[in-house]
């Protein structure tokens, strides 16, 4: 009896979790991809490590050291790019390896083991807190309401922000806006899919949507279902072969990535 | 534009200019590189902020908000997922806040404009399916779905496609009768026929309001330029500059 109820609460996190997880990565995943900021997300991930580290050595929680990084990185990137002081590539590879090496000196330096390290890196359901889930849940409210407001202001100013800048003022805090909420959602779904692996979580989605449709809102739609289908089977999968969750659920989304790309053949030749 | 000067990196590049557009002016901007014309394009689309003068709108015909603008070269990126129609409603968002919607009847102008231009089959379409020329009209569509009292040409015809170049001059002098032009060239051998008076811009600006050949003058402005002609081609000459 104790053990089903434990499986129930276990299943539901789980399913909850796969369905948060989908929203908020279909939506900044699209922004991110159609915007070509994948590297920079990359950046962002890496970087907010440093946040998980210092939260070790400090005893707060590491999701709010990530989180604090990993904004503060994101706008530093933005910042320099928009001032062109540097070049926005250098910028993020700096940021990248400094966020790894602050993360693991940090982590180094807190006395004892830490058995959560594996899962930050990694990923995984076991260690996702209820916390957790109540934050993603949060985070994809704001982001449905914030693309559904702002829809059309976000999707010009990403095509062309030299344009936008000629009707609206509004273009610089639009862009650290989002990319703030982008660099909270990545260091959310740290926790599901690990600093490693996160990015995939955001990227494969869009890729799989684009294969079939190029209007954004559908690529949002589609991420999201595609997402949702990947990680509830990855979860299944590494349940009941007891492997990783997070690399189970890239693989299963670059599997779908695989079979999606087959279908869209087929269809080529034999429409 | 009121005794304004205007720096672009840290180089003054506008100098104490003095000008005013007309009602239904067609302006034909012209200078050598680096002489100001799209330093002048980005005071009046309010993208710099002139060191010194400033510009003042007669808010009857023109304010801010009623200006269409076509870019030299766009830099949007063609692979982004937007669509022909989502690019034309773009030029709606100078009128609109932050948080917009685009209502039915935004949307029958847009289908209208694209009717207009010949583009109804690619209203769905992505960028990166279109031509040149196809482009160019898009992106003249954007400039036009509001509407505008000035119509900003930058460089159009780096662009536009042989093919499209008459089309694209008639249809622009079709527009003159509804908005005043000011188009940007720095190729003054093929600036458009129906352009009613020009604007020397060289750190300077000169107007001059209309057609005026007169004997000895010849276009001078500090550039070295010649002009050939065995007459019979139309031609226009400016008279030196004081």
């Not at chain 1, 994809?140 to 922000?161: A, C, H, K, M, P």
């Not at chain 2, 180089?11 to 590189?33: A, K, M, S, T």
């Not at chain 2, 709606?92 to 029958?108: H, P, T």
Request: proline letters at 3%; a neutral charge.
């Amino acid at each position: 009896m104790e053990q089903s109820i434990f499986q129930y609460d276990f299943i539901i996190k789980g399913l909850l979790g796969a369905l948060f997880a989908s929203i908020t990565a279909g939506l900044a995943g699209t922004y991110i991809v159609s915007r070509r900021m994948v590297f920079l997300s990359g950046g962002i991930t890496h970087a907010s490590f440093g946040g998980i580290g210092i939260g070790y050595f400090a005893g707060i929680n590491p999701v709010i050291g990530a989180a604090v990084f990993g904004i503060l990185s994101a706008l530093g990137v933005e910042y320099l790019s928009v001032r062109q002081k540097i070049r926005e590539d250098s910028a993020i590879g700096i940021l990248w390896a400094f966020g790894m090496a602050t993360g693991i000196i940090f982590i180094y330096l807190t006395p004892g083991y830490s058995p959560n390290l594996m899962s930050y890196l990694f990923g995984s359901i076991l260690t996702v807190s209820n916390t957790d889930i109540a934050a993603l849940g949060i985070m994809s409210i704001i982001l449905i309401v914030y693309f559904v407001v702002f829809y059309r202001t976000i999707l010009y100013i990403s095509f062309d922000e030299a344009y936008a800048r000629t009707y609206s003022s509004y273009v610089d805090i639009f862009k650290y806006i989002t990319t703030s909420l982008m660099a909270l959602t990545i260091v959310l779904n740290i926790r599901m899919a690990g600093v490693i692996l996160v990015l995939s979580l955001l990227t494969i989605p869009p890729n799989i949507a684009m294969i079939f449709t190029r209007v954004y809102f559908k690529i949002v739609i589609w991420s999201v279902l595609a997402g949702f289908t990947g990680t509830v089977t990855g979860y299944a999968i590494s349940y009941f072969a007891g492997i990783p969750v997070g690399a189970t659920i890239i693989f299963t989304l670059v599997i779908i990535w695989i079979i999606a790309k087959g279908i869209k053949q087929l269809l080529i030749y034999y429409p | 534009m009121n005794s304004l000067s205007a720096s672009y990196g840290g180089r003054l590049v506008l100098e104490n200019v003095n000008f005013y557009v007309q009602e239904n002016d067609f302006i034909g901007v012209i200078g050598p590189n680096g002489g100001g014309k799209t330093t002048l394009l980005k005071i009046i689309l309010g993208l710099l902020k002139p060191v010194s003068g400033k510009i003042i709108f007669n808010n009857d015909l023109l304010n801010s908000k009623s200006i269409g603008y076509l870019p030299q070269i766009s830099t949007g990126d063609l692979n982004y997922p937007v669509t022909v129609k989502d690019i034309l409603l773009s030029g709606l968002m100078i009128r609109k806040g932050v948080i917009s919607r685009m209502s039915a009847e935004d949307k029958r102008n847009a289908a209208a404009v694209i009717d207009k231009l010949g583009l109804r089959d690619l209203a769905g379409s992505q960028l990166s399916e279109l031509s040149g020329g196809q482009l160019q009209k898009v992106f003249l569509g954007r400039a036009l779905i509001g509407n505008p009292r000035l119509l900003l040409l930058d460089e159009p015809g780096n662009f536009v496609d042989s093919s499209f170049e008459n089309d694209f001059y008639e249809k622009l002098k079709e527009l003159n009768s509804r908005m005043a032009i000011l188009m940007v060239s720095h190729d003054v051998g093929t600036i458009s026929q129906h352009i009613k008076s020009f604007a020397c811009v060289n750190r300077s600006l000169h107007y001059h309001p209309s057609y005026e050949i007169t004997n000895d003058d010849l276009l001078a402005y500090g550039c070295p330029i010649q002009l050939i002609t065995h007459g019979e081609v139309p031609h226009t000459v400016l008279k030196i500059h004081n």
